[in-house]
């Protein structure tokens, strides 16, 4: 799945940097700025002093909607991509953009419902939020290429997963592990900068650039490889397979 993940963007380096530049790396870059300008990172009283400011709390909520909203327009657009390239099919910067902009607020409601889900697992001894998140992982893939209800995103993700859950959490366990990298990078980039605004910014975006654009790959490769193990691969994917 990783390799297949790595390989599909890969093949679509402009597209899917591109994206991910535009819809997850911009509004990292403000975020990190934002946080710089205001010294966060650098003095513990000036953190604590920000969180008692309304000029702190409505900047970053602006922030975190304008983030919620281009996340879920990215998870649409790379989906459609990566599964396209995966039955092989070219994908087009428009038609993928256009999907992730038609199913944004289904997303926004999707991932919603699952942090909250997963959240309350969380508190209960951590190991049910793990099978929540699990569970639902691919329930955004689901939606986006089916063309069906939330709640049928929702049940068709406990469907495909069932019985594979262990596997795919080793894959994401290994992403983490990877992003985990990609950040320890970016923090060194930020702090050889020594505190310039405009060096974390771009730390900041190049991270959640990269981040953002590796894992919905390999959620969408994941989706595409559940469906295609229990259901058989599409006519297009066997033309691909035997071409």
Not at 59 to 79: E, R
Request: proline share 4%.
């Amino acid at each position: 799945m990783l390799s297949r993940s790595f390989d599909t963007i890969g093949k679509n380096p402009g597209l899917f940097f591109g994206l991910s530049l535009v819809l997850a790396g911009a509004p990292s870059f403000l975020m990190s700025w934002w946080s710089a300008q205001l010294g966060v990172g650098r003095d513990p009283n000036a953190i604590f002093a920000m969180f008692q400011s309304s000029e702190f709390w409505l900047p970053m909520v602006g922030i975190w909607f304008v983030y919620v909203l281009t996340d879920a327009v990215l998870q649409g657009a790379l989906t459609r991509a990566t599964v396209q390239s995966l039955t092989g099919e070219t994908p087009g910067f428009a038609e993928c953009l256009e999907i992730g902009l038609i199913r944004l607020l289904p997303i926004v409601v999707i991932d919603l419902l699952v942090t909250i889900g997963t959240s309350l697992g969380m508190m209960l001894l951590i190991v049910p939020g793990v099978i929540l998140a699990l569970c639902w992982a691919v329930a955004v893939p689901a939606y986006v290429e089916e063309r069906i209800g939330i709640a049928e995103s929702f049940n068709r993700s406990l469907e495909l997963t069932r019985g594979e859950r262990g596997n795919i959490f080793l894959v994401m366990l290994v992403v983490v592990v990877i992003l985990w990298i990609i950040g320890m990078i970016t923090s060194a980039i930020n702090m050889a900068g020594g505190g310039n605004p405009l060096v974390a910014a771009v730390a900041g975006g190049l991270d959640g650039t990269i981040s953002r654009m590796v894992w919905v790959a390999v959620i969408a490769v994941i989706y595409v490889d559940l469906r295609a193990a229990k259901e058989g691969p599409r006519t297009n994917e066997l033309e691909t397979v035997f071409s």
